[in-house]
C-alpha cells in the first residue's frame, strides 16, 4: 500500500467533515423573521389605576393557575394602550445595561471589557439586544394576575440612571410594584465590581390579609438565529441550554417542535451565542421546572425556569433570589458561579480532545503570558508525547523509500498479473518487516488533535483577539497576509520529497497537487491553527529527516540515539 495515501485520506475524510457541517446547517429549519420581532418585546399592559396590576394574559407567562391567552387588551379598560415603561441605564465597570420598569427585564447589555473587534476597540460586544428579541425576564405568577407583577407588570424606580462609583464594590438597583390592596413586591438588581453575574432578589410585602400563594420564574427569549456560517462552513452553537446533572441543548427547532417541561434540581437555564452566554441560575437545593416555548407572534423562542409553589403569611414577607449572568462563555469562572455552567463552551463532538488541550494551553498561557507561544509549546509537548508512533509511521517510509528500486522493479515483473504482484509486494513487506499500514497513524493521531484545537480556537473566548507577534493581533481569525498557509503549503512540499516516491504516475500527478489544495484550504483557517500545523509539520520533517537519515545508516532511531545525534552536533 502506497505511504502517502493517508494524506489523501485525511484531506477527503476532512472535507466530508466540513460538507456534511455545512450541510447541516444550511439545511436546519430557517425561521422566517417576523415584523413584530423587535416591538414584541417591549408591548406593555399598563392598568389605569396607579398600581398598575398585570396581565397574565400573555403567551409569553409561563403558565401557572390563571389562564394564559395571547391578548393586546388592558386589564380593566380593555383597550390597547401606549408603552409607558421607562428605561433604567446601569454601568459598572464590566457591565453596561438597560432595564425596562415594564416587568424589570434586561433589555440590552453591553461588555465593556470586550471590544467588537481590534478595529472598533471602543465599541463593545452587546450580548442581549431588543432588536433581536434577545432579553432576558422575570416576574411573578399567583392565583390570581392581581396579585403578583409577570414581565409586562410597570414597576417604579427612584431614578432611571445608576453608576458603580470608584470607592464601592456594589451597586443595588430597586423597582417596586404595587397593587393598592396590600401586596408589595420589590425587585432588587445586585451589581458587583468586576463581576458580570448580577443577584436577582424579588421581596413579597404580603399586607393583604391573606395568604399570599405563587411562583416565581426567570426565563429568556431570543429571535431568529441569523448567525453566517463561520470558516469552512463551521459555526459555533447558538441556541438554548439548560443543566440536568448533564449539559443539555435545545435548538430552536426543537422548541418549536417540541417544547420542554422538566423537574430538576438545582440547574440553569442558558442562551448562547459565540464566545458569550447568558444564564439564570436558581438556588442549587431548589427544585425547579424547566421549560421552553415558542412564541409565533413575533417569532421568540424561550427557555426558562419557574420555582416551586411558595406561601406567603399575611403581614409577612418573603423573597425570591436568583442570579443572572451575562458575558463571555470563561471557563474558569463559570465552573465557580454553577455546577457545569463551563460547558456552555460547546467543542461539540471534539470535546474529548479540546477540553485537556485547551487546559495544558491555559496552563502554558499562564507562564508565558502569550497564546501564539502556548500554541507552539503545546505541539512541542504533543510531538513528544506521539514521538514513537510517529517514529513507526517514519520508519515504515524511510525503508520504504530505501527498498524502492526493489519495489519498482518487482512492479514490472509482474506488470500484467495483479494478484501475483499483490502477493509477491506483501511477501516482499513481510520479509523486509515493513508495515505498509503504518503511515496511517500520524494521520489519525493529528485528526483528532486537529479538530479539537480547531474548536478551541473557534468556541474558547480566553483566544478571542489573542495577539501573537508581528501583524497576528487575532490568532482566532485567518491570517491577513496569508504567511503561514503558505509556509504550510512549503513545509507540506518538503514533507512530500521525504516520502517515498510514487509508483503510479497518475497518484504522483495527485499528490503533487496536494499542496497546493491544502495551502489554499488553510487560507481561511484561523491563523492559531495554521501556526500548529506549521509546528507539527517543521518538528515531523526534522523527526523524519533524522530517522530516515538513521535508516540508510543501519542506526537506532530511538529518542535516545536523536538526543545522542542533537548533543554530538553541539
Not at 7 to 25: E, G, H, P, R
Not at 164 to 180: A, F, H, I, R
Not at 350 to 375: A, R, T, Y
Not at 429 to 451: A, H, S
Amino acid at each position: 500500500m502506497d505511504q502517502q495515501r493517508p494524506l489523501l485520506y485525511f484531506a477527503l475524510l476532512f472535507l466530508s467533515y466540513l460538507i456534511w457541517t455545512a450541510w447541516m446547517q444550511d439545511h436546519a429549519p430557517k425561521p422566517v423573521i417576523d415584523k413584530t420581532s423587535t416591538t414584541a418585546i417591549t408591548q406593555s399592559i399598563p392598568n389605569t389605576s396607579p398600581s398598575s396590576v398585570p396581565s397574565a394574559n400573555r403567551s409569553d407567562v409561563p403558565e401557572g393557575v390563571a389562564t394564559v391567552v395571547a391578548t393586546t387588551q388592558a386589564v380593566s379598560t380593555g383597550k390597547v394602550v401606549k408603552n409607558t415603561a421607562a428605561e433604567i441605564h446601569i454601568k459598572t465597570d464590566v457591565l453596561d445595561m438597560i432595564i425596562s420598569t415594564e416587568g424589570g427585564s434586561f433589555i440590552q447589555a453591553d461588555l465593556l471589557t470586550y471590544p467588537v473587534s481590534l478595529e472598533e476597540k471602543d465599541k463593545p460586544v452587546r450580548v442581549l439586544d431588543r432588536s433581536k428579541a434577545y432579553v432576558a425576564q422575570s416576574g411573578l405568577i399567583s392565583t390570581a394576575p392581581e396579585l403578583a407583577p409577570n414581565h409586562y407588570a410597570q414597576f417604579t424606580a427612584p431614578q432611571t440612571e445608576y453608576e458603580l462609583l470608584d470607592d464601592s464594590e456594589q451597586l443595588v438597583v430597586p423597582l417596586t410594584w404595587t397593587n393598592g390592596k396590600g401586596i408589595t413586591v420589590t425587585k432588587r438588581y445586585t451589581f458587583k465590581r468586576g463581576s458580570f453575574l448580577i443577584t436577582v432578589d424579588q421581596e413579597v410585602d404580603n399586607q393583604s390579609g391573606t395568604v399570599w400563594k405563587g411562583n416565581n420564574y426567570e426565563q429568556l427569549t431570543h429571535g431568529p438565529n441569523n448567525t453566517s456560517n463561520g470558516m469552512m462552513g463551521i459555526t459555533a452553537y447558538v441556541g438554548s441550554a439548560y443543566y440536568n446533572e448533564k449539559y443539555e441543548k435545545v435548538s430552536f427547532s426543537d422548541i418549536k417542535d417540541k417544547p420542554l417541561s422538566n423537574v430538576v434540581q438545582g440547574g440553569w437555564a442558558a442562551m448562547l451565542e459565540h464566545y458569550f452566554v447568558s444564564a439564570w441560575i436558581p438556588p442549587k437545593e431548589q427544585k425547579n421546572t424547566y421549560y421552553t416555548k415558542y412564541i409565533p407572534n413575533g417569532n421568540r423562542y424561550i427557555m426558562g425556569v419557574k420555582s416551586p409553589q411558595q406561601q406567603i403569611a399575611t403581614a409577612t414577607k418573603a423573597t425570591f433570589s436568583n442570579q443572572f449572568y451575562v458575558g463571555p462563555k470563561n471557563q474558569e469562572e463559570l465552573a465557580k458561579i454553577s455546577k457545569g455552567l463551563d460547558l456552555t463552551v460547546d467543542y461539540g463532538m471534539f470535546s474529548f480532545v479540546s477540553k485537556p488541550l485547551f487546559w495544558i494551553m491555559q496552563s502554558i498561557h499562564n507562564v508565558v503570558g502569550n497564546w501564539g507561544w502556548s500554541i507552539i509549546l503545546v505541539t512541542l509537548l504533543i510531538k513528544i508525547v506521539f514521538f514513537y508512533p510517529s517514529a513507526i509511521s517514519y520508519r515504515s517510509m524511510a525503508k520504504m523509500k530505501k527498498l524502492a528500486p526493489k519495489i519498482k522493479e518487482l512492479n514490472e515483473r509482474f506488470k500484467g498479473d495483479p494478484q501475483a504482484k499483490q502477493k509477491a509486494t506483501m511477501d516482499f513487506y513481510r520479509k523486509e518487516k515493513i508495515n505498509p499500514l503504518g503511515g496511517c497513524l500520524p494521520m489519525l493521531i493529528q485528526m483528532p488533535v486537529f479538530m479539537g484545537l480547531y474548536w478551541v480556537l473557534l468556541e474558547s473566548v480566553e483566544l478571542r483577539q489573542a495577539p501573537w507577534l508581528a501583524w497576528y493581533e487575532d490568532l482566532s481569525v485567518l491570517d491577513p497576509y496569508y504567511v503561514l498557509p503558505l509556509i504550510f503549503g512549503a513545509s507540506m512540499y518538503l514533507q512530500q520529497k521525504l516520502n517515498p516516491p510514487q509508483m503510479d504516475p497518475m497518484q504522483q500527478k495527485i499528490f503533487a497537487f496536494l499542496p497546493i489544495v491544502f495551502t489554499v484550504m488553510f487560507l481561511f483557517f484561523p491563523a492559531g491553527l495554521v501556526l500548529y500545523w506549521v509546528v507539527n509539520n517543521t518538528l515531523s520533517i526534522a523527526q523524519q529527516w533524522f530517522i530516515t537519515r538513521q535508516i540508510e545508516a543501519g542506526k537506532s532511531t530511538s529518542i535516545i540515539a536523536l538526543g545522542k545525534y542533537l548533543l554530538n552536533k553541539k
